[in-house]
Structures are given as structure tokens and as C-alpha cells.
């Protein structure tokens, strides 16, 4: 998009880098404020570290330059073809001088793309394909300081990236409970229906997306409003709806903790032949008790790369949005092409988080800052696709608004 993106190592000269400084025999440099944006010791390491996981031959994505040592340390290493994508001018201007001081030239561009982005929603708009995709075979390794160097320029960015942090570092605190329940799950999942078998299975049936937030019982008195419906569930949900005797046409569980599992096998629901989508890495409590059928799905962007099986995989769904509604919705989005309804992701900062009748763990509040800000970009890139999606009742204040007036709200 000429004047959004433009490629290619070459910059305009009146742009200045940041700060440099010896550091062993390389350089680190200055953030606007001050603080280090590298080790002051030996920035090589520190860069090699970040990158010492890639498989060879892998295709990498790295966001953000800051003074090159992660792009050297992924050149040296055995990656295939390598993107990098940056948004501060003097992040490349501060690379460029430091090869410079270094006796450096820039990559082969046959071997490294770089791509310098200055308008935030083109690049908001690539970050979104690039989470999307990034798996073992297209890591994204990031910057520990892009979201920072991008944020005057471009913040709507500059939050996904600080969003994929948050969401990398809560993983890595889960990864042991995740491997036990990918384990555990192993045996069961072998007879479970992929979710990439049933595209379009619904036919452009209009779906409703129903989580546990307290907008689902006023939405739920309106279905006689709008029938036909087919009701996706969020497990936390099902309480409140055998509280009115509405079975889902499918339930959609992505947490790992046993807890969630404590929290459905006590209700004693009868769910008969409803089936229940899960990740490798879902409660594994919960994928033993359930009584019908399993879909299994994979998550959609960083994490754990798909499993494929004889040759195929059993089809992905977002993940890392702060609440399952996001792998619900993107469920929905499998199975039919009609519109997309939500009832219940309120997602509220303030005020009650539940609906009457889901039981949750006693602690602290969820901070549902992320998953506003991550559920938001999800609608926006299903209304990109020419997807229809709205809400059944009032619309959460986290939804964009379509169009004019009360559009996407029925």
C-alpha cells in the first residue's frame, strides 16, 4: 500500500538512530527514555537466547528490529527466509549504523524481507494475518521493547503486540498443566470428529454465541424473537442455560484447569449427545466426564504447532483471546455462513462478571482489558471476510460499531 508500507533496507537520512554505545564488542542502544534497549554486556547472547528455539529451515517473523542483534542471531542461525516487520524509523535507522560501525551490509533481500510500516491500521491489518498463521513453521519472534518503540506512532499496533507478550507469558506459566492434559487427552481425542470436517456443516444457518456474562438472561428471553437459531455454548454458559432448558447445539471448552471441570460434572446437566469442542490441551477432567461426542480443534496463532495427522490436521480455532467466547465465535464461523449472533461477552470492566447460575472459583476479578481489545480485533477481521456479526439484545461497549446507528445489533 504505497505510503503505508514500504520495503526494502534504505531509509531517509535526516532520520536519526537511537542512542548507541559499546557493549563488548558490539553495541546496545537507548530507548527515548533512557533505558537500555538491549544487554549492556553482550547483547549477541541475549538476542541468540530469543531465537534458540526455531526449528531448522523454518520460515521466522521478527517484530521489531531494534538494533538488529535478534535479526543477526536468526541470519547466523539455520532459519529459512525471514520477514521482519518494523514500524519505527529509528529503529532501522539505529541497525543500519550499527552494521555500519560493525563493517556489516544489509541482508540479501532474496533471503530477508523487510517491510517498514508508518500507518497503524495497514499494520494492524498484517499483524492480524500473521497471528493468525504463526505456528513451528512461521515462528514470530518479537522485540522486547517493539510495543514501546511503536507506540507513538502506532498504538492500535503496539497493543497487539503487547497483547501477544501477555499472552506468551501466561502460557509459559501454564506449559506443565497444558503438556499433562495433551497427554492425558491423547487416547480420547484419537476418536474425536476434527472440527475442520464440518465447515459449513450448518449451511448459513444464523449462529448464537452464548457466554456466562450477565447480557445472556435478558438475550435468552428474546429467542422467541429470532428462531432458528443455533446455540453455541461457552462451558462456563451451560448452567444458565438448563437453568431456562436450553440444550446448545454445541459446547466449546478451552481451559485447562480441572476446576471448570468441578464446576459442570456438579451441576449434573443433562447434555446427552451434545458434542464438546476442545484443544489438545483442554481440561482433561472435563474431556473424561463428558458424556457425547468430542470435536477436536487446534489454536489459531502463537502456541503449540497444529498436529497433523495422516497428512491432515483437525482444524484450527482462535486462541489467546481472554475468554473462550473467542474460539466459540470462531466456531461458528466454521460451521455456517450466516450472520453471527453473541449473547452474554459482556466482558464488563466494571460491574458483575456472571450470569445467575455459573459457579466460579472464588478470587480475584478477571481483567478482561485484554480480552476486550482481542474479541474486538476478532469481529473485525470476521467483518473484513464479509462476515455478519452482531448481538442478540444490547450490544457490549468492547463491539464495534458497524455502519451507523444499531446496525449489527438485532
Known sequence: MPGMMREGWRLDLSVLPHPLEAAGVDWCFRLPDGRLGCSGRDPRREAARRCAHLPPGSRPVL???????????????????????EADPRSLATTLERW????????????????????????????????????????????????????????????????????????HSQEELLAANRTANAARLEEARWVAELDGAWGNDPVLVCGAGPGLGPALKRLDDAPGLRIIAVSTALPALALRGIRPDVVVATDPSPLLAQDIVAEELSLGDVPLAVFPTTSAALVEAWPGPLWLATPEGPGPSVEKRLGRCPGSL??????????????????????????????WADGPCYTDGVRRPKGPKPDFAFARRRMAELVRDLRRQGRRVGVLGHRPDWLPVEGSGSRGTT
Open 318 to 347: 482462535p486462541a489467546g483471546c481472554g475468554t473462550v467466547a473467542g474460539p466459540a465465535l470462531g466456531l461458528g464461523a466454521r460451521l455456517s455462513g450466516g450472520v453471527l449472533l453473541m449473547a452474554g461477552v459482556d466482558l
Open 100 to 171: 555500519r560501525l560493525l563493517g556489516r551490509t544489509p541482508p540479501d533481500p532474496a533471503r530477508c524481507r523487510l517491510v517498514l510500516a508508518d500507518d497503524d491500521g495497514s499494520l494492524c491489518r498484517l499483524l492480524a494475518e500473521l497471528l493468525r498463521d504463526e505456528h513451528g513453521e512461521r515462528p514470530l519472534i518479537l522485540h522486547p521493547w517493539c510495543a514501546e518503540l511503536w507506540r507513538a506512532a502506532t498504538p492500535e499496533a503496539a497493543r497487539l503486540m503487547e497483547d501477544l507478550r501477555r499472552r506468551r507469558s501466561a502460557a
Open 63 to 85: 517484530l521489531g528490529l531494534g538494533a538488529g542483534h535478534d535479526l543477526d542471531a536468526l541470519l547466523e542461525g539455520e532459519a529459512g527466509e525471514l520477514l521482519v516487520v
